[in-house]
C-alpha cells in the first residue's frame, strides 16, 4: 500500500474473489474491474454502494469524459446508450465485464470516424468570414445536439471559427486548411491509439471519480509516473518527447542527463525506434507516446539504442543510432529553492528577506526515512539554514500553485515553525478522528513569516497554511481563499491487494482511493472553503471555476471538534498590515491591469460566444495589442525597485558565494552569468495568467507580498505605531 495524502494502518478488505490465476504479466481487465469495484463500496469514505443510482451517475460521466464539450453524441445517442446500460453498469463492474466499456468506446470512436470525414468536406468549402454569427466556446454545460442535423449546424460553426482563428494567426507556417486536416488527423491517430488498458483505466477512473473528484484508477505507466514525481527521479537518458506526426520528437534535454552529456541526441530528433542493448530494434513510428517513453526507461547503467531521423536531415530515410548509457536523472525544476532579497527596509536600511518557492509536497515514499530519500522537509530546512546564514529578517512561503502532495511532509514541515503540537486532524469514514502532531519541539524559524497562496494551492498546502494560521504562526496572502481539497487519498496497488492479479507487483495499476477528511485543529474543515487569506491581493486565478467546488461531485463541507493547542504569542497585525496593502494595491498600476483583466475573463466566459465575422476579431485584437502596448510604455517608464535577488538552489545551498539574478532584453531571469533564456515569444506578447507581463520583474503579487512582509518586520520592532485593534 502507498500513500499519496495520508499514512495509516493498512485498510481491511474481506472480498470474496472467484478468479483463475493469470500471468504476471497479463492482469485480465475482468478482475481488475472487480477489485476496483469492491475497493470502492467496502473503502472509499463514503462507503457507497455500486448501486443502480451510482451506475446512471456513472455512464453520464463517461459520455462526458469522452465527449466533454458535448459534440460527437446526439442527445438519440445517449438515450439509447442510457436505456441499454443506464442501470447496469454497476453490476457489469461487479461481476467483471468489461464489454460494455470497450463497446461504448468504441461507438464513440465510429462517431469521431464519421464526424472528421464531415470535417474533411467542411475544410473544402469556402469562406469569407463576413457573417454576423458567432461560434459557442465551451459546450460542457450545454445540452447534447438533438440529432445528427443540428450537430452538423454546430460543428459547420466550430471549424468556420478554427479556420478563422489560423487566418488571424500571424505566427502561422502553413495554410489554416492544413493546419486544421493535421490537427484533426491528430485526432484520429490518438484515438485509435487506445488500447484495451487505455479504455479500461478511462472507464475505472471514471467509476472512481463517480465517488469523488480525487479518487483515481492509474495504469502501471501513469503509477509510475506518480512515484517518479513523488520521488523527483527516474532512470533513463534525460529527454523530454511530444509526439508529433506519428513521431516520438525530441522537445528538451534534461542539462547534466546521459543525452545532454552524451551529446549525440538534438532537439528535433524524432525517435524511429528503439533496442534495448545489442537487441533488435523495435520500430515505434505511430506507438504511443508513453510506450517510447517505457521502452526508453530502463534500469541503471543499462544501455538503451536509438534510431532517430536527424532534426538536421533534409532527406527523411535518412537514420542514425545513437546508443546511451541509463542513468539516475533528478528532476531539479520541481524541487524546493530559494531566493534573498535585499531591499531598503522600512528605515531605509538595506534588509534581506527570504522567498522559498515550494512547488509540490515531494517523497520518496518507497524509501522514506532512509538516508538520501527525497524528502520537501529536508530541503526546506537546508534552504532555511542558508537563509539564516545570510541574516534574512523574514520569510515567505510561496506555495502558489502547488497542489500538494505528502500528508507526512506537511505536517513535519508545519514542524519548523512551530514548537510541538497538533497539525492536521483527520476523520475516517468511521468517524475515528486521528490527530497528527508535531512532537519536535526545535523551530527552524522564528521570525516573522508569510504563507502566499493562490486558488491552486492544494490539499497539503492547505495543510500547511490552516495549521500556522490556526496557531497564529504566519500572515496567510494571496488569492480570496485556497483550492478548498479537505480530503486524504491513499495509493492501494491493486496487485498487491488483489495478488492473483500480478503476484504482488503492479502491473494490475493502482487505485488511488480516498478514505479520509482533514480539518484544521481549529475543527473547520478546508473542504469546498480552503484557507481565507488574511490580506486578499488581486488575481486571475481567484475565480469560481477554479476550486473544490467547481468540480463534479465533490464530498460536503462539515466539521470536528477543535484540537487542543497554544497560539503563537507574538501579534500579527493582520488589520494594520490589510489597510497598508489595501492602500498601496489602489495605487498600484499592475493590480488594476489585474482586476481590468479579471473583469473582461468574467466578461467572457459569461457571454462564451466568439464572433466569426473577420472584421469584428481584427478589430478586438487591434484593442488588446493597443492595450499590452500602453501598459509596456507605461512599464518602461516605472521605476524598477531598488534591489538585488539571489538565487539558492539544493545544488548551491552549501557553497559560498551567492548567484546573483541578472535579466536579460526580455526581462528573463538569469542567474549566475548564466546564457539568457531562448524564446519565440512576441515582444508584445499577451500577459499571462498572473495578469503580468511575460517579464518575470513584474510580478505583483510577489512584490506586494514583500512589502507586506516588511510592514510586518516593522509592526514586529514597533507595535505602537499599530492600531489597537491588529494585537492579535
Given at each position: 500500500?502507498?500513500?499519496?495524502?495520508?499514512?495509516?494502518?493498512?485498510?481491511?478488505?474481506?472480498?470474496?474473489?472467484?478468479?483463475?490465476?493469470?500471468?504476471?504479466?497479463?492482469?485480465?481487465?475482468?478482475?481488475?474491474?472487480?477489485?476496483?469495484?469492491?475497493?470502492?463500496?467496502?473503502?472509499?469514505?463514503?462507503?457507497?454502494?455500486?448501486?443502480?443510482?451510482?451506475?446512471q451517475?456513472?455512464?453520464?460521466?463517461?459520455?462526458?469524459?469522452?465527449?466533454?464539450?458535448?459534440?460527437?453524441?446526439?442527445?438519440?445517442?445517449?438515450?439509447?446508450?442510457?436505456?441499454?446500460?443506464?442501470?447496469?453498469?454497476?453490476?457489469?463492474?461487479?461481476?467483471?465485464?468489461?464489454?460494455?466499456?470497450?463497446?461504448?468506446?468504441?461507438?464513440?470512436?465510429?462517431?469521431?470516424?464519421?464526424?472528421?470525414?464531415?470535417?474533411k468536406?467542411l475544410?473544402?468549402?469556402?469562406?469569407?468570414?463576413?457573417?454576423?454569427?458567432?461560434?459557442?466556446?465551451?459546450?460542457?454545460?450545454?445540452?447534447?445536439?438533438?440529432?445528427?442535423?443540428?450537430?452538423?449546424?454546430?460543428?459547420?460553426?466550430?471549424?468556420?471559427?478554427?479556420?478563422?482563428?489560423?487566418?488571424?494567426?500571424?505566427?502561422?507556417?502553413?495554410?489554416?486548411?492544413?493546419?486544421?486536416?493535421?490537427?484533426?488527423?491528430?485526432?484520429?491517430?490518438?484515438?485509435?491509439?487506445?488500447?484495451?488498458?487505455?479504455?479500461?483505466?478511462?472507464?475505472?477512473?471514471?467509476?472512481?471519480?463517480?465517488?469523488?473528484?480525487?479518487?483515481?484508477?492509474?495504469?502501471?505507466?501513469?503509477?509510475?509516473?506518480?512515484?517518479?514525481?513523488?520521488?523527483?527521479?527516474?532512470?533513463?537518458?534525460?529527454?523530454?518527447?511530444?509526439?508529433?506526426?506519428?513521431?516520438?520528437?525530441?522537445?528538451?534535454?534534461?542539462?547534466?542527463?546521459?543525452?545532454?552529456?552524451?551529446?549525440?541526441?538534438?532537439?528535433?530528433?524524432?525517435?524511429?525506434g528503439?533496442?534495448?542493448?545489442?537487441?533488435?530494434?523495435?520500430?515505434?513510428?505511430?506507438?504511443?507516446?508513453?510506450?517510447?517513453?517505457?521502452?526508453?526507461?530502463?534500469?541503471?547503467d543499462?544501455?538503451?539504442?536509438?534510431?532517430?531521423?536527424?532534426?538536421?536531415?533534409?532527406?527523411?530515410?535518412?537514420?542514425?543510432?545513437?546508443?546511451?548509457?541509463?542513468?539516475?536523472?533528478?528532476?531539479?525544476?520541481?524541487?524546493?529553492?530559494?531566493?534573498?532579497?535585499?531591499?531598503?527596509?522600512?528605515?531605509?536600511?538595506?534588509?534581506?528577506?527570504?522567498?522559498?518557492?515550494?512547488p509540490?509536497?515531494?517523497?520518496?515514499?518507497?524509501?522514506?526515512?532512509a538516508?538520501?530519500a527525497?524528502?520537501?522537509?529536508?530541503?526546506?530546512?537546508?534552504?532555511?539554514?542558508?537563509?539564516?546564514?545570510?541574516?534574512?529578517?523574514?520569510?515567505?512561503?510561496?506555495?502558489?500553485?502547488?497542489?500538494?502532495?505528502?500528508?507526512?511532509?506537511?505536517?513535519?514541515?508545519?514542524?519548523?515553525?512551530?514548537?510541538?503540537?497538533?497539525?492536521?486532524?483527520?476523520?475516517?469514514?468511521?468517524?475515528?478522528?486521528?490527530?497528527?502532531?508535531?512532537?519536535?519541539?526545535?523551530?527552524?524559524?522564528?521570525?516573522?513569516?508569510?504563507?502566499?497562496?493562490?486558488?491552486?494551492?492544494?490539499?497539503?498546502?492547505?495543510?500547511?497554511?490552516?495549521?500556522?494560521?490556526?496557531?497564529?504562526?504566519?500572515?496567510?496572502?494571496?488569492?480570496?481563499?485556497?483550492?478548498?481539497?479537505?480530503?486524504?487519498?491513499?495509493?492501494?496497488?491493486?496487485?498487491?491487494?488483489?495478488?492473483?492479479?500480478?503476484?504482488?507487483?503492479?502491473?494490475?495499476?493502482?487505485?488511488?482511493?480516498?478514505?479520509?477528511?482533514?480539518?484544521?485543529?481549529?475543527?473547520?474543515?478546508?473542504?469546498?472553503?480552503?484557507?481565507?487569506?488574511?490580506?486578499?491581493?488581486?488575481?486571475?486565478?481567484?475565480?469560481?471555476?477554479?476550486?473544490?467546488?467547481?468540480?463534479?461531485?465533490?464530498?460536503?463541507?462539515?466539521?470536528?471538534?477543535?484540537?487542543?493547542?497554544?497560539?503563537?504569542?507574538?501579534?500579527?497585525?493582520?488589520?494594520?498590515?490589510?489597510?497598508?496593502?489595501?492602500?498601496?494595491?489602489?495605487a498600484?498600476?499592475?493590480?488594476?491591469?489585474?482586476?481590468?483583466?479579471?473583469?473582461?475573463?468574467?466578461?467572457?466566459?459569461?457571454?462564451?460566444?466568439?464572433?466569426?465575422?473577420?472584421?469584428?476579431?481584427?478589430?478586438?485584437?487591434?484593442?488588446d495589442?493597443?492595450k499590452?502596448?500602453?501598459?509596456?510604455?507605461a512599464?518602461?517608464?516605472?521605476?524598477q525597485?531598488?534591489?538585488?535577488?539571489?538565487?539558492?538552489?539544493?545544488?548551491?545551498?552549501?557553497?559560498?558565494?551567492?548567484?546573483?539574478?541578472?535579466?536579460?532584453?526580455?526581462?528573463?531571469?538569469?542567474?549566475?552569468?548564466?546564457?539568457?533564456?531562448?524564446?519565440?515569444?512576441?515582444?508584445?506578447?499577451?500577459?499571462?495568467?498572473?495578469?503580468?507581463?511575460?517579464?518575470?520583474?513584474?510580478?505583483?503579487i510577489?512584490?506586494?507580498?514583500?512589502?507586506?512582509?516588511?510592514?510586518?518586520i516593522?509592526?514586529?520592532?514597533?507595535?505602537?505605531?499599530?492600531?489597537?485593534?491588529?494585537?492579535?
Amino acid at each position: 500500500m502507498k500513500h499519496l495524502f495520508a499514512f495509516c494502518a493498512p485498510l481491511a478488505f474481506s472480498i470474496a474473489l472467484a478468479a483463475t490465476p493469470l500471468q504476471a504479466d497479463t492482469p485480465d481487465p475482468g478482475q481488475i474491474e472487480i477489485s476496483v469495484g469492491r475497493l470502492l463500496e467496502q473503502g472509499h469514505y463514503s462507503r457507497m454502494k455500486l448501486d443502480e443510482k451510482v451506475s446512471q451517475r456513472f455512464l453520464k460521466y463517461y459520455l462526458e469524459g469522452l465527449d466533454y464539450n458535448r459534440l460527437y453524441f446526439t442527445q438519440k445517442d445517449v438515450d439509447l446508450l442510457t436505456a441499454k446500460y443506464g442501470n447496469s453498469l454497476n453490476n457489469d463492474v461487479l461481476l467483471g465485464n468489461p464489454d460494455p466499456a470497450f463497446t461504448i468506446f468504441n461507438i464513440f470512436k465510429k462517431k469521431v470516424e464519421d464526424r472528421i470525414a464531415k470535417i474533411k468536406d467542411l475544410l473544402n468549402q469556402k469562406y469569407d468570414f463576413t457573417s454576423n454569427r458567432s461560434v459557442e466556446v465551451n459546450r460542457q454545460k450545454a445540452p447534447w445536439p438533438k440529432d445528427e442535423a443540428e450537430a452538423d449546424l454546430l460543428w459547420r460553426d466550430r471549424i468556420e471559427g478554427e479556420l478563422l482563428q489560423e487566418t488571424l494567426n500571424k505566427h502561422a507556417t502553413d495554410t489554416p486548411v492544413k493546419v486544421l486536416t493535421r490537427r484533426y488527423d491528430q485526432v484520429l491517430r490518438n484515438l485509435h491509439e487506445q488500447t484495451k488498458e487505455d479504455i479500461v483505466k478511462g472507464f475505472l477512473t471514471t467509476l472512481a471519480q463517480t465517488y469523488d473528484p480525487h479518487s483515481e484508477y492509474m495504469s502501471k505507466s501513469e503509477l509510475d509516473n506518480f512515484q517518479i514525481n513523488m520521488r523527483l527521479s527516474l532512470v533513463g537518458i534525460g529527454a523530454v518527447l511530444h509526439s508529433e506526426d506519428g513521431y516520438a520528437k525530441i522537445a528538451e534535454l534534461v542539462p547534466g542527463g546521459p543525452a545532454s552529456k552524451d551529446g549525440h541526441l538534438k532537439v528535433g530528433d524524432k525517435v524511429a525506434g528503439v533496442a534495448q542493448g545489442d537487441k533488435d530494434f523495435v520500430d515505434c513510428v505511430d506507438m504511443k507516446l508513453d510506450k517510447v517513453v517505457e521502452m526508453i526507461r530502463g534500469k541503471k547503467d543499462t544501455i538503451v539504442r536509438l534510431q532517430v531521423i536527424p532534426a538536421s536531415a533534409t532527406d527523411p530515410s535518412v537514420r542514425k543510432v545513437i546508443e546511451i548509457k541509463r542513468d539516475e536523472i533528478k528532476l531539479k525544476e520541481q524541487e524546493a529553492k530559494a531566493e534573498i532579497i535585499e531591499r531598503p527596509g522600512p528605515d531605509g536600511n538595506p534588509i534581506r528577506l527570504g522567498w522559498v518557492i515550494l512547488p509540490s509536497f515531494y517523497a520518496d515514499m518507497e524509501h522514506s526515512g532512509a538516508a538520501g530519500a527525497k524528502s520537501t522537509t529536508k530541503d526546506v530546512l537546508a534552504l532555511i539554514n542558508r537563509l539564516k546564514q545570510e541574516h534574512i529578517q523574514g520569510l515567505v512561503m510561496d506555495l502558489r500553485k502547488n497542489g500538494g502532495g505528502s500528508l507526512e511532509e506537511a505536517v513535519n514541515l508545519t514542524g519548523l515553525f512551530i514548537k510541538r503540537g497538533p497539525v492536521v486532524q483527520a476523520k475516517d469514514s468511521n468517524g475515528n478522528i486521528h490527530v497528527s502532531k508535531d512532537r519536535d519541539p526545535s523551530v527552524a524559524w522564528d521570525g516573522p513569516m508569510i504563507v502566499c497562496t493562490n486558488r491552486l494551492s492544494a490539499s497539503a498546502s492547505e495543510i500547511f497554511a490552516a495549521a500556522l494560521q490556526d496557531y497564529n504562526r504566519a500572515v496567510i496572502v494571496g488569492d480570496k481563499s485556497t483550492f478548498g481539497k479537505g480530503t486524504v487519498q491513499t495509493m492501494l496497488e491493486i496487485g498487491r491487494i488483489m495478488p492473483f492479479l500480478g503476484s504482488g507487483n503492479n502491473e494490475a495499476g493502482a487505485l488511488k482511493l480516498t478514505i479520509q477528511k482533514f480539518y484544521r485543529i481549529a475543527g473547520g474543515s478546508t473542504q469546498h472553503k480552503g484557507v481565507e487569506s488574511d490580506v486578499h491581493l488581486p488575481s486571475l486565478f481567484d475565480r469560481p471555476e477554479i476550486g473544490e467546488s467547481a468540480l463534479k461531485g465533490p464530498l460536503p463541507y462539515d466539521t470536528v471538534p477543535p484540537a487542543e493547542y497554544d497560539k503563537w504569542e507574538r501579534p500579527l497585525f493582520k488589520n494594520d498590515l490589510r489597510q497598508r496593502s489595501a492602500a498601496r494595491v489602489a495605487a498600484d498600476a499592475e493590480f488594476h491591469y489585474i482586476n481590468e483583466d479579471l473583469a473582461e475573463v468574467e466578461k467572457h466566459i459569461a457571454e462564451n460566444r466568439v464572433s466569426l465575422n473577420i472584421q469584428v476579431r481584427r478589430t478586438e485584437i487591434d484593442e488588446d495589442k493597443a492595450k499590452r502596448d500602453k501598459r509596456a510604455a507605461a512599464r518602461e517608464k516605472v521605476k524598477q525597485p531598488d534591489a538585488k535577488t539571489y538565487v539558492i538552489t539544493l545544488d548551491n545551498v552549501n557553497k559560498p558565494d551567492l548567484q546573483l539574478v541578472t535579466y536579460d532584453t526580455k526581462d528573463k531571469k538569469v542567474a549566475d552569468g548564466a546564457a539568457p533564456a531562448t524564446t519565440n515569444e512576441d515582444d508584445n506578447a499577451a500577459d499571462d495568467e498572473d495578469g503580468t507581463n511575460k517579464s518575470e520583474r513584474f510580478d505583483p503579487i510577489k512584490s506586494e507580498t514583500l512589502n507586506i512582509l516588511n510592514d510586518l518586520i516593522d509592526l514586529s520592532r514597533n507595535p505602537k505605531t499599530a492600531t489597537a485593534s491588529t494585537a492579535k
